[in-house]
């Protein structure tokens, strides 16, 4: 009974862990234009920040897969919160000495964190209770990030008031708010030392001896699993752009010349489209081919993303919101199409495709420095090309997937 409380826990420490990280990475995150007229950049080092934040899944996550079976997940869980504290604590000097590096390392800090938070956390959520809940443990840790996503803009709405304009008269709010995360994330990471609860292990499973047994079958001699890997690759890019250039998007003066304080207000409901979005995808896939919803989903995003590109006020202030709704799909549609089948080698390929995070490293660097060249409404034509590719994948992927059965 006690070691079963211990566990409980322990899992509504997590359950917060997942809300209040996704809290903090929206915060981090929202402002982009703030930190681009602050340090004087181009669109393109402006977008260094995602490249900082991203590429950490490349570099570290074999390593903290790695750690995790030395320490324990949850003390991995409880590196993830100090490096949050840390890379946002570090936001403060970095705006307070003009450094942009340091800026960047903040973010590269905050991108180790975010990592070790997967690789720990999920497994942490699924092996916290009944194994039959597992996935349910899953969806609700990962959908209290996405509210997170939703709250964090409004907060900014209520901390900022409407006057303060100037990016110098925002910087002692925004020192204010990355102090307050840090002290929270310390007290966090401080409560996960001190908590009790059973080691998780996966390693006695009789399907991982399976795999252990049998891993002969190379991974990269599935065709669907590399293809779906570069698709994974371009979305998670993509997606990553447009959220860096959102609200620089709607403040330039020659698409929508919105206020930073209209800006933050379309910032969350933007993530609340996203939100909605994979909600109704997760409802309608029960009922029709995944590969299908894609195929659509990509299409209406694609008008959406020209629909952007050709207009101004209104009209682009609609697009480039909802398009939140459709690309919210793409990254759990095209994993569960990439791993199915794969059975014994679906842990390794699991690993590849979050590597895919690489390209939220380096497209958004490339639509920046599009950007730069042919102005921030014709950058989204990286989109558009990338998207292509996925339209491809999904078009491929719905021929060869057999249409659902209804009984």
């Known amino acids: ?10 899992l509504y420490s997590v359950y917060f862990i997942y809300f209040f990280c996704g809290m903090a990475m929206c915060f981090e995150g929202a402002f982009m234009p703030e930190f681009k007229e602050h340090f004087q950049l181009s669109y393109q080092q402006q977008m260094y920040t995602m490249f900082a934040k991203n590429i950490p899944f490349v570099v570290f ?18 590196i993830a919160i100090f490096l949050f504290a840390a890379g946002t604590a570090l936001l403060v000097p970095g705006l307070n000495s003009g450094n942009y590096a340091l800026i960047l390392l903040a973010f590269f800090i905050i991108g180790i964190g975010f990592n070790f938070e997967l690789v720990a956390g999920n497994p942490l959520l699924s092996g916290l209770g009944d194994p039959s809940g597992s996935s349910s443990r899953l969806n609700l840790g990962n959908a209290l990030g996405a509210i997170a996503q939703i709250i964090a803009p409004l907060i900014i709405l209520l901390i900022l008031p409407p006057t303060v304009v100037s990016v110098a008269d925002k910087i002692p709010y925004m020192n204010g708010l990355f102090l307050a995360i840090a002290v929270i994330l310390v007290l966090t990471g401080v409560l996960t030392l001190v908590l009790k609860g059973e080691r998780i292990s996966f390693e006695d499973s009789a399907e991982i001896q399976m795999n252990e047994s049998d891993s002969s079958e190379s991974i990269w001699k599935n065709k669907n699993l590399i293809l779906g890997f570069v698709a ?7 997606e990553s752009g447009i959220f860096g250039l959102y609200r620089n998007y709607l403040e330039d003066p020659s698409i929508a010349a919105l206020s930073s304080h209209q800006s933050y207000i379309l910032y969350t409901i933007y993530f609340a489209t996203f939100a909605v979005g994979r909600l109704v995808g997760a409802y309608i896939q029960k009922r029709i081919n995944p590969a299908l919803t894609l195929v659509y989903g990509v ?19 609609i697009a480039i919101t ?22 014994k080698n679906t842990a390794m390929a699991s690993g590849l495709l ?18 730069d060249w042919l ?3 014709y950058s989204f034509i990286v989109s558009i090309a990338t998207y292509g590719y996925v339209l491809f994948f999904a078009l491929k992927s719905k021929n060869q997937t057999p249409k659902i059965k209804r009984n």
């Open 322 to 343: 909802l398009l939140g709704f459709f690309i919210s799909i793409f990254f759990p549609t095209l994993y569960a199409i990439s791993i199915k089948g794969l059975r």
């Open 232 to 238: 994974i690759f371009i979305a998670l890019g993509a």
């Open 299 to 317: 299409l209406a995003a694609m008008i959406l993303l020209s629909v952007m590109m050709m207009s101004t006020g209104i009209v682009a202030v």
């Open 354 to 371: 979050t590597m895919g995070f690489l390209g939220a490293a380096l497209l958004p660097v490339i639509q920046g420095k599009m950007a």
């Open 61 to 78: 996550s074999i390593l903290i897969g790695w750690l995790s079976k030395k320490i324990g997940f949850k003390n991995c869980l409880t």
């Open 1 to 10: 009974m006690a070691k079963n409380q211990a566990n409980d826990r322990l």
């Open 375 to 377: 102005g921030l409404k």
